[in-house]
């Protein structure tokens, strides 16, 4: 079984943001997401399209690994390989170790779950009701003037509103080198308040920032490690040994700065 690397930290919003829900209300055309008890929250799945937009533009680069394919393109050249004609689970996933890059094994594809995790980041402090409405107009793409009658608004969720962070990872002992530099670029990324969350980012929202992180670690391949993290009730407890803070991404990246890239 692999090592199963964890990390926890606060997000902290450092400007208005908005994930919105899909819906309006008699007060706004958009309103944010909140969960069943009328408590905005951030979407895993946000927080995620977010940090892997990020790594993909980047971390190839830095790392020297092969780009990202677009999902049409890596089905289409999975079935000139032929991946259709392929009976077996073990056949196709020989097919997939053998094809799939670094990145793509990291976060997933319709062939290959994803080893990565962030669950819904739930409200820490900050005050639920505590919304702005921000107002704009379309603009018509041809004259670049105002277009008439698109007047529209949108809720804002205000700053200093905090979240609890959570991101796991199981690390395959193959890729678990490139895996956590890739992490460590959207983690230091996310430390440095440049990734902005959710929608509306052209009109100045989005800005966050992660702060207190702390990185812990279990080793599954052992029995009594298993137990351990079964039987203890804490949440960090469950999550193995702390073995890094807030310099965690840094010393991963300091460890690229010092190695050649090595194209995969």
């Known amino acids: 079984m692999a090592v199963i690397i964890t990390f926890r930290g606060t997000l902290v919003l450092e400007g208005g943001v908005h994930i919105g829900s899909g819906g309006g209300n008699s007060d706004t055309d958009a309103t944010i997401v909140r969960d069943s008890r009328g408590a905005p929250y951030i979407p895993g799945s946000s927080l995620r399209g977010s940090f892997r937009a990020a790594i993909e533009r980047v971390g190839p680069y830095l ?3 092969l780009t990202a394919r677009e999902q049409k393109a890596l089905d289409d050249d999975l079935k000139q390989l032929g991946i259709e ?13 053998q094809e799939l890059r670094t990145v793509e094994r990291l976060f997933g594809s319709t062939h290959w779950a994803s080893p990565l995790t ?3 980041l739930p409200l820490i402090t900050g005050d639920p ?10 603009i018509n793409r041809d004259t670049g003037a105002a277009e008439d009658q698109m007047k529209y608004d949108f809720e804002v969720l205000s700053r200093d509103h905090s ?11 193959d890729y678990a080198q490139d895996w956590q530099r890739l992490l460590a670029i959207g ?10 969350l959710g929608g509306r980012a052209a009109r100045g ?3 966050v920032r992660l702060v207190g992180l702390e990185v812990y670690e279990l080793n599954t391949s052992t029995r009594a490690n298993l137990l351990a993290a079964l039987l ?17 991404p840094v010393t991963i990246l300091q460890e690229v700065a010092n190695a050649p890239a090595d194209p995969q």
């Open 63 to 65: 790392l020297g690994l």
């Open 85 to 97: 004609r392929l009976h077996t689970d073990a056949d196709i996933t020989a097919l997939l170790i």
């Open 118 to 120: 962030i669950p819904d």
């Open 129 to 138: 009701a505590a919304t702005d409405i921000r107002h704009g107009v379309g």
């Open 163 to 173: 979240f609890r962070f959570r991101m796991r990872c199981e690390l395959e002992p």
């Open 187 to 196: 983690l230091r990324f996310l430390q440095q308040g440049e990734l902005t």
């Open 205 to 207: 929202v989005g800005q």
């Open 232 to 248: 203890n009730n804490t949440p960090d407890g469950r999550d193995g040994q702390r073995i890094a803070g807030a310099e965690w």
